[in-house]
Every structure is written in structure tokens, then in C-alpha cells.
């Protein structure tokens, strides 16, 4: 997504004030559209500073992003305000260029109610900021010099693929290609993390089949004809080959872009080489057999939206590869209909989600993501609505199936999993201590990333 387009170079200002009320009224001022009343403004102001106190939301320490929905507004806005710098007059040379590398910058995001994509907005600009150099920023005295590196920020960096092998991968895909088509592939899944910044895309001349690109990044992919293909955004796992694989065809089949009859034709190589060397054809009625022959059409619950569960893979993929001080942590997220899943759970402990708003526990707001981390730490799952709002955190599981039956070595956190995803419409993505990621549904396992993956790593 473009995120510059929500951005203007005449809502980037520098700040006159260092105390947030007051910055926040800078940043209103050129944020809300002409005849906002000063009384309307003023409550907007109120609620954003209600809104920090609650949850404070920060980038790399010295990035500020406040946020909220609001009615005064049609379309998503943002505003960017440079805090003035804080020199004391009695400073020494070494405490002033401490303070002029210190300021802090305030993005400013409000977006209309009911905005479905503002939750993805502030996401696609958590990312932006978090590859960026405080350092190179702080570098930056001229205002038109800041509001060109910050408008370079938003329409993102413009690289150009590494030039080394070049020859060697054009040749290595027009040759994925003619294999795609000799043996009637319907796709072609592009592993783009095979290179370390993102490439341009050659644009197939017939529709034999379609180009999916999977990538762990937020990288934009565009034909020469200035059509995008799909992307399907899974995490790579160190540099193991195609480690993405597993989830990114099930995530392609929840969004039925893949079709359970579909051959697939996987091209790339080792996250980050920069050189292509795989091709792997395969069948996915095969790679996913039980699940394909008797559920076919109900991979998703009817209730969850596509990409609540895609991010619910990804926290649980985090948790399984990175995990805490180095370990996995084992959990469970179960996704689905919440009328039918609460007979079947109670409270291990006091709900730490309870009495938020929704837009500020849902697992696709980029600030919640730490928080599910930390508190996948205590023992229970984690509900959470189809919509992405997370109800409960350490809730115990109480349905039971005696009809399940598991395979060897999975525990009772498993057989919880398989139980709740058999009794209810609903979806459990269940992290093992091991760090094996497993999705349960209708007491079907899905093994999205086994223990031998995630221990390379």
C-alpha cells in the first residue's frame, strides 16, 4: 500500500511546542479540514492525550504515532510535526550535540469511522519508520530538506536489485516459466525474500497460469504494465530454503486465490543470496490431503476474516522462531465466532484485555503484537473475534472430543487446540514449546512450521 498519498508536504511542520497537548493542536490545525470548530478540535485533542496515556505508541524511541478514528474526517490524514530541539543555555559542546540528535518526530494518523484499512494504514507506516536511521533524520536542519526525507520515507526507498547474477536469474525464471506452463501449473509462487531488496517482475506474456508473490516484507511488486500481482505476506524463517512454503499455500487457499486442484510451480533460493536455484513443483491436494478431500471449501471460518487469521500465523510464527530470551513460547489462538466459543472456556486468570477499546486489542493494530507476545507468556489461549479483536487472554479450553485421535508427541496444548477447532466453527493456531507451529481445523492439524525449521534458526 502507498502510504504517501495520505500525506501532504504542507501537513509536515516543524513544532513550536515540546509538550504534547500543545503539539497535538499544531498538528490538528493542519490535519482536520477547514471549519473543524475550535470546540471539536479541542475534544479530539482531549481524546488522543487520553489515548497516550492508555497506551503509548512508539517507533524505535524516537518516533511518536497517536491515533484515532474520528468523524471530522472523510479520509485517512496524516500530519508530521519535528519537535524544536531542547538545548540548555548553559550547555557545553558535547550536551548540545547530544540534544540536537535527540528530538523526536510526531506522526499524526487520523482516519474516518469505520475505516476498514486504518489498522493496515498504521501498519504499513509502523514498517516504513522502523527501517529508518533516527541518526540521518537528526542530520536534517532545513525544513524543505526534512519534509523531502519524510516524503521519501512514505513512497518508500528506491532500490535496485543487486546486479551480481544477473544473467543467471533471468535465465533461472524464463525457465521456471516454461516449466510452469509444460506441466499445466495454474501458478507460479515467486519467493521474493531469495533477494535482499526487492526486484522487478517480468510480466508472463499468456495466462497459463498466475504469478503470486510471497514475501515476508512490505515491499510493492508492480508488472511493467503497471498491474500487481497478489501478495501473500508470510515470514521466512533464517535461511532455510522456502521455509515459507507450508503457510504461504495456506494462506493462498484461505484467500482462494490457490484452489485445493491446483499444481504449483515454487521458484527462489536462500533468503538473501540474491540467486535463484530452486523449482518445486507441487500438488496441493497432496501436500494438504485430510483436510482437502473432506473440507474443501472450509478452510476459513465462516466468521474470520482472511487476513485476522494471516496475521494470527504470523505472531505465532514470531513466537515459535524468535520467542523470549531466545526460546519459543508455546500458545494457542483460537479465531472464530465468540457466542460459540465462550461455553467452552473460562478464566485462568484476570482478563488483561478487558475494558479497551476494539480497535486497541485487535491483533492487526501493529501496537498490540508486543503485548499478545508478552502475555503469551502465562498458561490459557488467547479468543479472538473474526474480526480481529481479542477477547481473553489465559482462558483454559474446556471442550473435549473423544473422538479426536492425535499423532505421537503432541500434548495436551494440542489436544485442547484440536478440540475447541472440532466443537466450534472456528480456527486454533497452536505454538508448541518446541516451536512448532500447528493450525487446527474441525480437528484437522495443519503443520505450518515444524520444530525442525524453526531450530535452524
Known amino acids: 500500500m502507498r502510504i504517501d498519498r495520505f500525506l501532504s508536504k504542507n501537513r509536515i511542520l516543524d513544532l513550536t511546542s515540546r509538550e504534547l497537548p500543545a503539539a497535538l493542536d499544531e498538528l490538528l490545525a493542519v490535519a482536520l479540514p477547514a471549519g473543524t470548530s475550535a470546540a471539536e478540535r479541542n475534544r479530539l ?22 491515533s484515532i478514528c474520528t468523524p471530522l474526517v472523510k479520509n485517512t490524514v496524516i500530519a508530521v510535526g519535528r519537535l524544536p530541539k531542547r538545548v540548555p543555555a548553559d550547555a557545553d559542546a558535547q550536551e548540545k550535540d547530544a540534544a540536537s540528535s535527540g528530538f523526536r518526530v510526531i506522526f499524526l494518523v487520523l482516519a474516518p469511522k469505520q ?94 497460469f498466475r504469478t503470486i508473490v510471497v514475501s515476508g516484507g512490505n515491499a510493492e511488486y508492480v508488472f511493467p504494465s503497471g498491474k500487481k500481482p497478489e501478495v501473500i505476506n508470510v515470514s521466512s524463517f533464517g535461511t532455510h530454503r522456502m521455509s515459507q512454503l507450508r503457510a504461504a499455500l ?32 507441487i500438488e496441493v491436494a497432496q501436500e494438504f490431503p485430510s483436510m482437502m478431500v473432506k473440507h474443501t471449501n472450509t478452510l476459513l471460518p465462516s466468521h474470520v476474516r482472511p487476513e485476522v487469521l494471516e496475521r494470527a500465523i504470523g505472531i505465532a510464527t514470531d513466537l515459535a522462531v524468535e520467542g523470549r530470551e531466545g526460546k519459543p513460547v508455546g500458545t494457542i489462538l483460537v479465531l472464530g465466532d465468540l457466542d460459540k466459543i465462550k461455553p467452552f472456556m473460562e478464566q485462568l486468570v484476570m482478563n488483561p484485555f478487558s475494558g479497551y477499546r476494539e480497535e486497541d486489542r485487535s491483533i492487526l493494530n501493529p501496537f498490540i503484537e508486543e503485548t499478545i507476545k508478552e ?9 479472538i473475534d473474526g474480526n480481529g479483536t481479542v477477547y481473553s487472554a489465559g482462558s483454559r479450553l474446556t471442550a473435549v472430543d473423544s473422538q479426536l485421535s492425535l499423532q505421537s508427541g503432541l500434548g495436551t496444548r494440542h489436544a485442547a487446540a484440536a478440540a475447541i477447532s472440532s466443537v466450534t466453527d472456528c480456527a486454533a493456531v497452536c505454538v508448541s514449546s518446541s516451536g512448532q507451529v500447528t493450525l487446527f481445523r474441525r480437528g484437522e492439524a495443519v503443520v505450518l512450521l515444524d520444530r525442525s525449521v524453526s531450530r535452524t534458526v
Open 375 to 383: 502475555w503469551a507468556l502465562i498458561d490459557g489461549a488467547f479468543v
Open 45 to 66: 485533542r482531549v481524546e488522543l492525550i487520553a489515548r497516550e496515556a492508555q497506551m503509548q505508541k512508539r517507533v524505535a524511541d524516537w518516533a511518536s504515532l497517536p
Open 250 to 281: 495456506f494462506v493462498g487457499l484461505m484467500r482462494e486465490s490457490i484452489k485445493p486442484t491446483d499444481r504449483v510451480c515454487c521458484l527462489g533460493g536462500g533468503d538473501g543470496s540474491d540467486k535463484l536455484d530452486s523449482l518445486i513443483v
Open 115 to 208: 475505516g476498514r484499512s486504518y489498522l493496515t494504514i498504521l501498519s504499513e507506516l509502523v514498517h516504513a519508520l522502523e527501517d529508518e536511521d533516527e541518526k540521518a533524520l537528526a542530520c536534517v536542519e532545513d525544513l524543505a530538506e526534512f519534509r523531502r526525507v519524510i516524503m521519501k520515507i512514505f513512497r518508500g526507498a528506491e532500490r535496485t536489485a543487486p546486479r551480481q547474477d544477473t544473467r543467471w536469474n533471468r535465465q533461472f525464471a524464463k525457465t521456471a516459466a516454461r516449466l510452469a506452463r509444460a506441466t499445466h501449473c495454474q501458478v507460479l509462487l515467486f519467493f521474493a525474500d531469495t533477494f535482499s531488496v526487492p526486484v522487478s517482475l517480468s510480466e508472463q506474456t499468456d495466462t497459463s
